[in-house]
């Protein structure tokens, strides 16, 4: 069984990574890209969504993005996501600066396959729990060296 050993950062600026319209989704390998690749069809609850100019790619032969193989959010299970400055919080301790901040972490994990034992989901629901407990503050990187 292969391991995760580097998950790819998938940086989208300022716009913040694709998302469903109606269920705010994250473009993930299981979208699907319609009308020339102008819209994307959201493997979640089935509604199109514009593709923004700069994302916007040509669709091959075979329906696909020419530059799937070229994006990690198209091709691999996994990816992380660079947080966009809707997402940025501002201190909330002493400096109340928007400046660089600790990063917040999201877990999600699937607990619906079929394969997943009731064992393997409770180590993962115990390990998302004491990650919690663990995750950083919001306290910005200035008042963390004071
Ligand atoms: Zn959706």
């Known amino acids: 069984m292969a391991s995760i050993t580097h998950l790819q950062v ?17 473009v993930n390998p299981f979208m699907t890209f319609v009308n020339g690749g102008r819209e994307v069809s959201c493997n979640f609850c089935g509604h199109n969504s514009p593709v923004a100019e700069e994302y916007f790619c040509r669709l091959g032969p075979d329906g696909r993005r020419q530059d799937v193989y070229e994006r990690p959010e198209l091709c691999c299970g996994s990816v992380e996501f660079a947080a966009s400055p809707e997402y940025m919080v501002r201190c909330s301790f002493a400096c109340g600066t928007t400046g660089q ?9 699937e ?14 629901h115990l390990a998302f729990t004491v990650s919690l407990l663990i995750a950083p503050t919001n306290e910005c990187t200035e008042c963390l060296r004071r």
């Not at 998302?19 to 994250?26: F, G, L, N, P, T």
């Open 10 to 26: 998938v940086d989208f600026g300022p716009a913040g990574p694709l998302r469903c319209q109606r269920c705010k989704a994250y």
């Open 111 to 124: 607990c619906l396959c079929p394969s997943r034992t009731d064992a393997t989901h409770r180590q993962q």
């Open 101 to 109: 901040q600790n990063k917040s972490i999201l877990h999600v994990y």
